[in-house]
């Protein structure tokens, strides 16, 4: 990063994901063909999402990765919670403009909200089973697209980063 700057490195990464369906002409810019944009499945739920975080962090555990998703928003925040159990992706690649997840994802694991072990009202922690490699490498999850789903219904997209 360029130049001076008075915020502190939080250490880990962080992915800022935005619903897809707030921004019609959003969905177009990201691609042309027909098969990535009608992949982009609008909801009522969603409609009211705003933009949420996912942290990656070192668990205590030597093995494991703790995930937090966080929101400033209470709505966006129960949004989420009721779906229950949401499958979270990282692409082998940092593509966004490609939707159409065909290919396999360099990791995948599903966050079953009943497994949260925050008490906060604008956070939701889970462990993964796995530890991730926090940097950048062939298998780490710097620069790569991150995916949140439910179902078929894409609830947010983002690339990871440095925090």
Same mark, same amino acid.
Request: aromatic letters at 6%; a negative charge.
């Given at each position: 990063?360029?130049?001076?700057?008075?915020?502190?490195?939080?250490?880990?990464?962080?992915?800022?994901?935005?619903?897809?369906?707030? !921004? =019609? @002409?959003?969905?177009? %810019?990201?691609?042309?063909s027909p098969e990535?944009?009608?992949?982009?499945?609008?909801? *009522? +739920?969603?409609?009211?999402?705003?933009?949420?975080?996912?942290?990656?962090?070192?668990?205590?555990?030597?093995?494991?990765?703790?995930?937090?998703?966080?929101?400033?928003?209470?709505?966006?925040?129960?949004?989420?919670?009721?779906?229950?159990?949401?499958?979270?992706?990282?692409?082998?690649?940092?593509?966004?403009? !490609? =939707? @159409?997840?065909?290919? %396999?994802?360099?990791?995948?694991?599903?966050?079953?909200?009943?497994?949260?072990?925050? *008490? +906060?009202?604008?956070?939701?922690?889970?462990?993964?089973?796995?530890?991730?490699?926090?940097?950048?490498?062939?298998?780490?999850?710097?620069?790569?697209?991150?995916?949140?789903?439910?179902?078929?219904?894409?609830?947010?997209?983002?690339?990871?980063?440095?925090?």
């Open positions: 990063m360029c130049g001076d700057t008075n915020r502190q490195s939080l250490g880990g990464t962080i992915a800022v994901l935005f619903p897809q369906n707030q !921004n =019609t @002409s959003a969905e177009a %810019s990201l691609s042309s990535s944009v009608s992949s982009f499945t609008s909801s *009522s +739920s969603t409609a009211s999402m705003s933009s949420y975080n996912l942290f990656f962090r070192d668990a205590e555990e030597a093995n494991r990765t703790k995930v937090v998703l966080q929101t400033n928003d209470t709505e966006t925040y129960h949004a989420l919670r009721d779906y229950g159990r949401l499958d979270i992706r990282i692409e082998k690649y940092g593509d966004i403009s !490609n =939707t @159409s997840q065909s290919l %396999s994802p360099l990791h995948q694991f599903k966050l079953s909200m009943d497994q949260d072990t925050c *008490s +906060s009202r604008t956070e939701m922690e889970f462990e993964l089973p796995e530890k991730l490699d926090l940097g950048v490498s062939d298998t780490g999850v710097i620069g790569r697209q991150v995916t949140v789903r439910e179902g078929g219904m894409i609830l947010g997209i983002g690339v990871v980063g440095y925090n």
